[in-house]
């Protein structure tokens, strides 16, 4: 283990953004674009070559890679377990094909685009693989930046409105965690994950820093009420900001709630899960029928979001194996599947310039592929089996019935209102009389766009089908991350009669 | 007596007297004399650093300290004088402001600034202040056909007066009840709590929050940083606080170091009422410089939150706070030197619209500057708050901290305006871009600087820890 393959993964897309941003051909966006494909790709491979080296029998961390970083103080950790890597892999493979995605879309300033996304990489494979909360909490914040940018300088018409939103929402969030990270550090000498998993944390305090902490990762990821940046985020930000916005930034708050709140805080997220639960099923419910009134086919899939991240944050609060389990999986494949969508969408806004349903309207006999292709990703969004939706929302409802039968069953109504407004959005879209004379002249795919978009399906029906590399790959470390769970709270009980 | 402890001190009186000469006697030196300071200032510099390994020692029966601190100060102020001064040689020589007068004011208001910063005693800590304050009220009115200036000057001499007249009758009371003028001597009287001392000290830190523009004794900077000529401005903005908070932290650490629960409530205030108010009343402003100003109230807030601490690593925690303002000070004026078109420097918020379009380099530089400023991960405006608040919540003071990071947040806001104006917004201006060297330099040292601080943290920190005063 000589070689840094964590730290190669963090580094080399910042490399390459570097060397697009000081190249000097300014007018060459050809040679920035397959610079910044060859790049991804080879963080790609990097990732598969890492994750084929992954044992994942061992549920403890590997590949830890440690340097002094500030003196005595705090350092630079990094490490993977069963979790982690799927997320290190979902990043490094929506990547390229977001960055394949800008051909079409991005007009000005192609290159500073592409830097963007690259410095993008950075920052989320960073998020994924920290082992200190320090430096988790530079990397999460300092993703904010190139988002930032991304939906201001490329966005649409309310790009500045939703650029704002989106930084000072994220911002007040983390905040608090920030302080919550000073805390522990004070109380217990360390800011070390690992450390910290086996030191406990005061329970006394527990429930206040599981605040904080959750502050951060409720806006994040996003639950209700404080989901609001989101549709505005997505619906102005370009398809590729669109793509790494709910395929990965999403992820890094489901990633979190695992990694850090039932880590560290397990009394504190026992006694919340009453709040989570309400909090879940408010954002599967409430924005499923906010989704059926949508007029904006991005709003539409970005309140689905949110209804299908409610859905995860529930199944990690069960803190049970299918549980958490099916919420990683979850996210996988929501990560999968609404890059997808986004990239659906962005196809037809290409060729009309309109987001609004109305406008279209039989699609299906001037885009045959196009019909074909969407259809796969709206099964796939609404859980059918077959597709890797239903692997997560089974799991996650399986584990969620063991814990509480109400919650489970108003949950599953979440599903079919899932099923409404997604079926319903591609009735509208695909189906009906052709009201649109613009809608006669639309052109089908194009290479590069078959291209990303099958790939996608071929990803999303192989995991529908045959989930086992997948959970194979997360049992361990999830087993032993809610036997460590249970243990704290046998302790505490213990200790409290 | 070991005079070799103050040989930089000498030095530049020395020098100062020996450029008036030349300035006086030799016609057309401008740009000598000029030249000349920088070099003044670099032989100074290396003065200094010279003594850096001294340990702790007096000289003048113990009313001049050479301490760790007071060198550490010394550097960042002789550093920052020397960029602030190469960076700003062309906005000088544009507005046909490069008299003989103005690198010399420089360099008696530093020599002040180093007396302040080295003081051990009220006497010697007033012959400081006032030394640095009365070249600053003629540099902030130094461009004298303008009208802003001129009232810029007055503004600044009529309430930098008023409260160095607080600040002496302070001094005066301290001196009355205690019976020394001597830091040392004060500390050890001033355990037996009398109602005098602790009034002295309330008007000391009443004058010296004026000095450094704390809230709410900071009325005079937004005038009077919008009306001086952007090099003073600059001067202003970056230098004066350094000396100041080094006068704080010798205050509330030597004489009243035992006074520590009457002057912690104060500092809390004026920490929070300057970051809230730096925070709130930046949105509205229009003007760069203006803006700026209460961008720096609000950076003082923070710098005071880690000195209401009250323990050494709240000093090394404002210490590095105020280095890399310092910093970003510099590179964020180095910046507006950029903005010249004919002449005209520009300094509306709105002349920088869309320059992302014509000036990528100069933009990615604001660009690092503002998100540095406003402490976002991973530039180095980050780490300067991050040490604050590690001291702050050290000590449990968690209102303290909450209000400072949700100020951050609001502060955030209007960095985050500009980089929208110069991003997102359509383009306007296109501004020459024939900058000198020395311009160039600081502006890519600074902002390298911030860019790169994560990569090392421990290079600042590791000097800083040497700064124990308690």
Redesign the interface.
């Known amino acids: 283990m000589n070689f840094p393959i964590l730290s190669s993964l963090i580094i080399l897309p910042t490399i390459g953004a570097l060397f697009i941003l000081f190249s000097r051909s300014s007018s060459n966006y050809n040679a920035a674009k397959y610079i910044s494909l060859f790049i991804s790709l080879a963080n790609f491979a990097l990732s598969i070559y890492l994750w084929l080296l992954f044992d994942s029998t061992n549920s403890s961390f590997q590949f830890v890679e440690e340097k002094?970083?500030?003196?005595g103080f705090i350092n630079y950790k990094v490490g993977i377990d069963g979790i982690s890597i799927l997320f290190i892999v979902l990043t490094t493979f929506i990547t390229p094909l977001c960055i394949i995605s800008v051909n079409s879309t991005i007009k000005n300033k192609l290159k500073h685009f592409l830097v963007a996304i690259l410095f993008m990489e950075t920052m989320m494979i960073g998020v994924f693989c920290s082992l200190d909360l320090?430096i988790f909490?530079?990397f999460f914040?300092?993703g904010?930046?190139p988002m930032?940018?991304i939906i201001?300088?490329w966005g649409g018409e309310r790009?500045?409105y939703s650029?704002?939103k989106f930084?000072?929402y994220t911002?007040?969030g983390s905040?608090?965690m920030?302080?919550a990270i000073?805390?522990i550090?004070?109380m217990t000498g360390t800011t070390d994950v690992i450390e910290l998993y086996q030191l406990g944390i005061d329970s006394k305090y527990q429930n206040l820093l599981w605040l904080a902490f959750f502050s951060s990762f409720a806006v994040k990821t996003p639950m209700w009420p404080v989901h609001t940046w989101l549709p505005d985020a997505h619906v102005e930000a370009p398809t590729a900001g669109s793509v790494l916005l709910a395929a990965i930034l999403l992820k890094m708050a489901g990633y979190g709630f695992i990694r850090f709140s039932i880590g560290l805080f397990p009394i504190a997220s026992e006694y919340f899960v009453p709040l989570i639960f309400t909090l879940s099923l408010i954002a599967i419910i409430y924005t499923s029928f906010v989704a059926l009134m949508q007029e904006d086919m991005k709003k539409l899939i970005a309140y689905s979001s949110v209804a299908h991240m409610g859905f995860v944050t529930m199944g990690i609060f069960t803190m049970t194996p299918q549980g958490i389990e099916g919420s990683i999986f979850q996210m996988i494949s929501h990560g999968i599947i609404s890059a997808a969508l986004f990239l659906c969408v962005g196809v037809v806004y290409e060729r009309m310039h309109t987001r609004e349903i109305s406008k279209y309207g039989g699609i299906v006999s001037v885009m045959p592929r196009y019909a074909v292709v969407f259809m796969i990703f709206t099964l796939g969004a609404l859980g059918l089996p077959g597709t890797t939706g239903f692997i997560g929302e089974f799991l996650i409802l399986l584990g969620t019935f063991k814990v509480n039968f109400t919650v489970a069953t108003i949950a599953s109504v979440g599903v079919i209102l899932g099923a409404a407004y997604m079926l319903w959005l591609y009735r509208r879209i695909v189906f009906g009389e052709i009201t649109n004379a613009e809608v006669k002249k639309l052109v089908d795919l194009n290479r590069s766009e078959m291209i990303i978009l099958s790939v996608l399906a071929i990803v999303s029906i192989f995991f529908g089908f045959y989930p086992d590399p997948l959970l194979s790959t997360t049992s361990a470390s999830v087993e032993g991350l809610i036997e460590l769970f249970n243990m704290n709270v046998k302790i505490y009980t213990a200790s409290n009669l | 007596m070991n005079l070799q402890l103050i040989f930089p001190e000498i030095y530049l009186s020395l020098s100062i007297m020996f450029l008036l000469m030349i300035g006086v006697f030799k016609k057309d030196s401008d740009n000598l004399v000029y030249n000349l300071s920088i070099l003044t200032l670099i032989v100074l510099l290396a003065l200094v650093i010279n003594l850096f390994s001294i340990n702790e020692s007096f000289v003048f029966s113990e009313s001049y300290k050479i301490d760790t601190l007071s060198s550490f100060m010394k550097v960042l102020t002789i550093v920052s004088a020397i960029f602030v001064m190469i960076s700003s040689f062309i906005y000088l020589k544009t507005l046909k402001i490069l008299k003989i007068e103005y690198p010399i004011l420089i360099l008696s208001s530093i020599l002040g600034m180093m007396v302040m910063i080295s003081s051990n005693d009220l006497i010697v800590f007033y012959l400081g202040l006032e030394l640095q304050s009365l070249a600053l009220y003629v540099l902030a009115s130094f461009n004298r056909d303008n009208v802003l200036s001129s009232e810029a000057g007055l503004k600044y001499f009529v309430l930098s007066a008023l409260s160095s007249g607080l600040l002496l009758y302070g001094c005066s009371l301290v001196y009355g009840f205690s019976g020394s003028t001597n830091f040392t001597y004060i500390a050890n009287t001033s355990l037996d709590m009398k109602y005098g001392i602790i009034f002295g000290l309330v008007f000391i830190i009443v004058g010296l929050a004026f000095k450094i523009s704390a809230v709410p004794f900071h009325m005079w900077a937004p005038d009077v940083y919008e009306g001086s000529p952007t090099a003073v401005t600059l001067f202003f903005a970056a230098l004066p606080k350094v000396a100041a908070l080094t006068v704080f932290i010798r205050f509330l650490y030597t004489p009243f170091v035992n006074l520590i629960d009457q002057w912690q409530t104060i500092l809390i205030f004026l920490s929070i009422a300057s970051m809230v108010f730096g925070a709130i009343a930046a949105i509205g402003q229009l003007n760069l410089k203006r803006l700026i100003a209460y961008s720096s109230i609000g950076h003082m807030g923070y710098a005071l939150a880690g000195l209401a601490s009250g323990t050494n690593q709240g000093i090394q925690s404002s210490v590095t706070y105020i280095t890399i303002y310092l910093i970003m000070t510099l590179a964020f004026f180095s910046c507006l030197f950029m903005l010249r078109k004919k002449n005209i420097f520009y300094e509306k918020i709105e002349d920088l619209s869309g320059l992302s379009n014509n000036h990528p380099i100069l933009s990615i530089a604001l660009l690092i500057v503002l998100?540095s400023l406003a402490g976002?991960?991973?530039l180095a405006g980050?780490f300067a708050k991050?040490y604050i608040?590690?001291a702050v919540?050290?000590q449990s003071m968690?209102f303290l901290?909450?209000v400072g990071?949700?100020s951050?947040?609001v502060a955030?806001?209007y960095y985050?305006r500009l980089?929208?104006i110069i991003?997102?917004d359509k383009s306007k201006e296109k501004f020459e871009t024939d900058h000198n060297f020395g311009l160039k330099l600081t502006l890519a040292i600074s902002t390298l600087i911030l860019a790169l601080y994560?990569i090392?943290?421990?290079i600042l920190?590791?000097i800083v820890s040497k700064i124990i005063i308690i």
Do not use: C, D, Q
């Open positions: 002094n970083w500030i003196h320090v909490y530079l914040e300092a904010l930046i930032f940018l201001g300088i790009r500045v650029a704002f930084f000072l911002l007040l905040v608090l920030l302080i000073i805390s550090y004070w | 998100f976002i991960p991973p980050f991050f608040f590690m919540i050290k968690y901290a909450i990071f949700l951050t947040v955030a806001f985050l980089i929208k991003y997102f994560f090392y943290p421990g920190n590791e």
